[in-house]
């Protein structure tokens, strides 16, 4: 029988769960958050590594995005296989003293990985509802193995994330539902006016990579995109016989063109925002202030525009001037804009913020969401069904359409809409394994050829990271 820990430990172990728990609290990024949980409960049950398995209820499957020390970046089982499955389907601590000889433990991962598992104390994640989550999982007790104190100490630890995962959750969807909110807003213009779809967008992009650049906090960017998403809906108000007028306005139609900067402010004044949110009607609107004092529409000076504001007045100019042609302009190349923004210093615009923009090149960005690589990437893939694999073999096939967000390929069969696929990417520098849904499959032809997309779906923090680098082009 394993030794009972002195009260010293105790009181030792339950000021570091209080402490972690206060961090939990505090940790709204669920990414962030797993990682912390699974480190300090590693630290506090002195075990080697630990991992957090989530219930996906939509495929009825356990996922974990937590693996210390392992390139696997993401794992996926059934929700009633391995001991995180049982913890889950039981509702009930599991201690393993001798992982091999544990019909459940799935021998498969530590081929992998070159991990050699030898103990597993696992415990069940359930929220205030009393639905089981997830599974906190802890490998190999760092003296011995997992004993009963330590089964007390799981429980704790648990009961503790669950709440913490489940507010995290709550408040990513929260900011999800807000944030698409905000983006059908403005897609509302692009559907009214399809020659300047895409502006609101673009223009968040290039006022990111301005406030990125000056070290703005994560919630002060937060307030630039959503302004950006928004500074336009303002032109809801104007009429179609001005708003998509061909050619030049008339200095009547350009005050009621002008007037959509005061109906910005007037709908985002109407919006309740939270603390951190409150600026965004001021942003929005004034992204036609100049800070001498010149622009529209409440002749704002600089003293009287933030940082923010000045930031969207600069991505909103060069964004407007390099815009695709017009019915009433032609675009301007970079080297143009850039000159008018050069000679708008510190009259029309900011000097700090134009330097910002021009010397890091921050105006350098794909002006399509995602760029498309031209290039032949061979891939193979097998088809999941109910959770089974379909394929014997892989289907080797290849593709020249592919982004960070899918790919499409052409396959002899069809594939079902919603059907998940294994695939693995043969890049020039190595191969990569994603999980896809099939979101389009379309006959091409009357061959038998069917045109495949497919979309990833939970993409790794590191498989996006080499496609970025895969996808990053040095031109506007």
Same mark, same amino acid.
């Given at each position: 029988m394993a030794k009972k820990p002195d009260n010293q430990k105790q009181i030792k172990d339950v000021a570091a769960i209080l402490e972690v728990s206060k961090a939990m609290m505090a940790e709204k990024d669920p990414d962030r958050l797993l990682n912390l949980i699974v480190d300090k409960a590693t630290q506090v049950l002195e075990a080697e590594r630990g991992s957090i398995f989530l219930v996906d209820f939509d495929t009825k499957e356990l996922y974990s995005r937590i693996?210390?020390?392992?390139?696997?970046?993401?794992?996926?089982?059934?929700?009633?296989?391995?001991?995180? %499955?049982?913890?889950?389907?039981?509702?009930?601590?599991?201690?393993?003293? =001798?992982?091999?000889?544990?019909?459940?433990?799935?021998?498969?991962? =530590?081929?992998?990985?070159g991990y050699r598992t030898r103990n597993i104390l696992c415990g069940p994640l359930i929220n205030h509802k009393d639905e089981v989550i997830g599974s906190l999982q802890l490998l190999n007790k760092k003296d011995g193995s997992f004993n009963d104190y330590d089964e007390s100490l799981i429980t704790a630890f648990s009961a503790q994330a669950a709440v913490a995962i489940e507010n995290a959750q709550l408040y990513q969807e929260l900011e999800l539902t807000f944030k698409s909110f905000l983006k059908t807003l403005s897609s509302t213009l692009d559907a009214r006016d399809q020659t300047t779809a895409g502006h609101s967008e673009r223009v968040a992009r290039y006022a990111l990579n301005i406030a990125r650049a000056m070290g703005f906090s994560e919630e002060e960017m937060k307030v630039i995109d959503y302004a950006a998403a928004?500074? =336009?809906?303002?032109?809801?108000?104007?009429? =179609?016989?001005?708003?998509?007028?061909? %050619?030049?306005?008339t200095p009547e139609e350009y005050k009621k063109m002008q007037s959509h900067a005061v109906k910005t402010k007037e709908i985002l004044d109407n919006m309740f925002f939270s603390r951190g949110l409150r600026a965004i009607p001021h942003v929005a609107s004034s992204h036609h202030e100049k800070i001498d004092g010149s622009g529209y529409p409440y002749g704002l000076k600089e003293s009287q525009l933030s940082k923010a504001a000045r930031i969207m007045a600069v991505a909103d100019v060069y964004e407007a001037l390099t815009a695709a042609d017009r019915p009433y302009k032609k675009a301007m190349t970079p080297e143009q804009a850039i000159a008018i923004l050069e000679q708008g210093k510190g009259t029309h615009f900011d000097a700090e913020i134009v330097d910002v923009f021009i010397k890091k090149r921050l105006y350098k960005i794909e002006r399509r969401k995602f760029f498309r690589m031209d290039a032949t990437i061979p891939l193979e893939y097998l088809v999941q069904s109910d959770k089974k694999q379909v394929d014997d073999q892989p289907v080797k096939t290849e593709t020249t359409n592919i982004s960070p967000v899918g790919l499409i390929f052409s396959s002899q069969r069809s594939l079902a809409l919603g059907m998940i696929l294994e695939l693995v990417l043969h890049l020039p520098e190595k191969d990569l394994k994603v999980r896809g849904k099939v979101i389009r499959n379309d006959p091409k032809g009357s061959q038998h050829i069917y045109q495949v997309g497919v979309e990833f779906i939970n993409l790794a923090a590191k498989q996006r990271d080499v496609l970025s680098g895969i996808f990053l082009v040095d031109h506007v």
């Open positions: 693996a210390q020390d392992v390139e696997i970046a993401e794992i996926r089982i059934p929700w009633d296989k391995g001991i995180a %499955g049982s913890a889950v389907q039981t509702r009930k601590i599991i201690n393993i003293k =001798d992982a091999y000889q544990d019909p459940r433990f799935n021998k498969e991962i =530590d081929k992998k990985t928004l500074h =336009d809906i303002g032109k809801i108000a104007v009429r =179609d016989d001005v708003l998509l007028k061909p %050619g030049k306005l």
